[in-house]
């Protein structure tokens, strides 16, 4: 079975700075999807950004993006110029090539500080 | 994006009462939502897969007797709590792929409802 670890709990930042949130997985397919997660105090699930296996390229979104290392099974997130709205749990999250079931990491609470 | 919507946002119940949530996908059609808890604090738990025109597949360690789903319609699918207890209290998300979609779609959240039994 699939598992998406995040390592860090709880991450605290300064507005402005740049942020690296962590997530590792296991998976025995060569082809899938993962995609970070961000979840406000509203509890509302926003998808950030979302990466396909099979494309070497890293994700982009604005100031979001993600340094995929396929052979390392690392999926992690960067924000750059971090926003107090950028305050929320950030969810890692698995997808099979054939599966509609996401699998979820533990999370990482982050704060931006003014 | 396409829009899921729950109802209700906020329930409180008493211990023994049932309570229904309805998950409905606004302008899609979903042949399968799923149906996650999330305690405080904590990542979402998948409970159930929730499938048009056939049985929900529960995961392992859900009671089926006690979290009934039903899927009646390409935009509609519930989530029963019966004979609920305080420990049910919880955050309940449903989420549901686009009908048909392909290998590289992305998968739309309900805002979720809280539950509260007293």
């Known amino acids: 079975a699939q598992t998406v670890t995040q390592s860090q709990p709880e991450m605290s930042v300064q507005e402005a700075e740049t942020v690296t949130l962590s997530c590792t997985y296991d998976?025995?397919?060569?082809?899938?999807?993962l995609f970070w997660y961000k979840q406000p105090p509203s509890r509302q699930m926003i998808l950030v950004i979302r990466?396909?296996?099979?494309?070497?390229q890293n994700a982009t979104e604005n100031r979001f993006s993600v340094n995929f290392q396929k052979a390392a099974k690392s999926f992690s997130l960067k924000i750059s110029d971090s926003q107090l709205g950028d305050t929320a749990m950030y969810f890692c999250a698995f997808r099979g090539q054939g599966a509609q079931k996401l699998v979820f990491g533990q999370g990482t609470r982050l704060t931006i500080n003014p | 994006g396409a829009v899921v919507s729950q109802h209700p946002s906020w329930v409180i119940c008493k211990s023994g009462t049932s309570v229904k949530i309805e998950c409905r996908s606004l302008?899609?059609?979903?042949?399968?939502m799923f149906w996650y808890r999330q305690f405080p604090k904590q990542s979402l738990m998948l409970m159930a897969t929730?499938?048009?025109?056939?049985?929900?597949?529960?995961e392992q360690g859900v009671e089926k007797d006690k979290f009934l789903i039903n899927h009646a319609s390409l935009t509609l699918s519930t989530l029963t709590v019966t004979s609920a207890h305080p420990e049910d209290s919880s955050f309940y998300i449903c989420?549901?792929?686009?009908?048909?979609?392909?290998?590289?779609?992305?998968?739309?959240f309900g805002p979720g409802t809280r539950l509260t039994v007293t």
């Open positions: 302008d899609f059609q979903a042949t399968t």
């Open positions: 998976t025995s397919e060569s082809n899938y999807y």
């Open positions: 990466q396909e296996a099979y494309k070497q």
């Open positions: 989420s549901a792929p686009p009908r048909l979609a392909g290998g590289d779609y992305e998968q739309y």
């Open positions: 929730s499938n048009e025109g056939s049985k929900a597949t529960y």
